[in-house]
């Protein structure tokens, strides 16, 4: 009977979890978004200091994750990894969620960051939730409501102050940086729709770990990385290391795990820590300045997260 109890706890929707259960879902989450975030800015240090290409980062850090993602489900999940690589049918899904979900998104991310920085990169990325608005009233044949309007109005306010600066006759964010920003934008929103049915069924860590490992190998003859790889000192070594084991694996990991806890709108309105952990380590480890049109800009976009659920 203690079983089935236990059983039936584990079961419950995550708003009927113990305070317990949400108190640990949240640190997971938070924890996954500062390393997502402080990632962005180690990206940017490896792409300034050491000249590191975004594609090298991509096709290393993808190719890596993937295995160690593979590592802990061939351990944890081995009838969902042997049950997912013998389902032929679920392939073309898969590839096709690599191909968006894990290729376009680091390589728009990491474009986005050498363009501008760490913080508004990770600020830009926020507007997914803009695209999944987007294809819900699209799917239910409805408009947006008040409270969805006024995010949608804030965003777009955010965005323009990001590009201008303030100043609407010029343009201080490089056009680039913008549109590889909304392209991680659009990527990253469907990353909430597309794997949904294959993670479901075989579980993140099997499905993140194909995944992965897919959009790694697709990079692999275009980046060559064996061929390309930066000149990296011991430092630059561990730049690598934590955007790997840290800002990749960990984070995916700790943010899937807490938001199994916690639920998807909980873990969205923790998300912003992302944002926050990237723009202030962006400041003090990349020297980057913001204005405070910019701070009003991050301001406005996080205020639409808050908002668009």
Not at 181 to 208: E, F, K, Q, Y
């Amino acid at each position: 009977m203690a079983e089935r109890s236990g059983r039936s706890r584990r079961r419950e929707p995550s708003f009927e979890r113990t305070p317990r259960d949400i108190l640990i879902g949240a640190a997971l989450v938070l924890a996954g978004g500062v390393m997502w975030g402080t990632n962005a800015t180690v990206s940017k240090l490896l792409m300034g200091t050491y000249h590191a290409d975004p594609l090298w980062i991509a096709c290393v850090r993808e190719l890596f994750a993937g295995i160690t993602f593979l590592a802990v489900a061939a351990v944890r999940q081995r009838r969902l990894l042997i049950g997912a690589l013998a389902d032929r049918k679920g392939y073309p899904s898969l590839i096709g969620s690599a191909l968006v979900c894990v290729l376009l998104v680091q390589v728009a991310y990491l474009c986005s960051i050498n363009a501008t920085n760490a913080g508004t990169a990770t600020v830009l990325q926020s507007l997914n939730l803009l695209f999944v608005l987007a294809y819900v009233c699209i799917r239910r044949r409805r408009w947006p409501n008040l409270r969805e309007s006024v995010g949608v109005a804030l965003a777009f306010a955010g965005v323009v102050l990001l590009a201008t600066g303030g100043d609407l006759t010029t343009i201080m964010l490089p056009a680039i940086g913008l549109m590889w920003g909304l392209i991680n934008a659009a990527a990253t929103a469907a990353m909430s729709v597309l794997p949904i049915r294959l993670i479901a069924r075989w579980g993140n860590m099997t499905v993140n770990g194909i995944m992965f490992v897919i959009s790694g190998l697709v990079l692999l003859p275009v980046v060559r990385p064996w061929a390309s790889a930066p000149a990296l000192d011991w430092f630059g070594a561990l730049l690598m290391v934590y955007t790997v084991v840290f800002g990749t694996f960990g984070a995916f990991g700790l943010f899937l795990a807490g938001m199994m806890r916690v639920g998807s709108m909980r873990a969205t309105m923790l998300g912003t820590s992302e944002p926050v952990a990237a723009t202030i380590t962006s400041v003090a480890w990349a020297g980057a300045v913001f204005s405070p049109a910019d701070f009003a800009g991050f301001a406005m976009i996080l205020a639409m997260v808050f908002l668009v659920r």
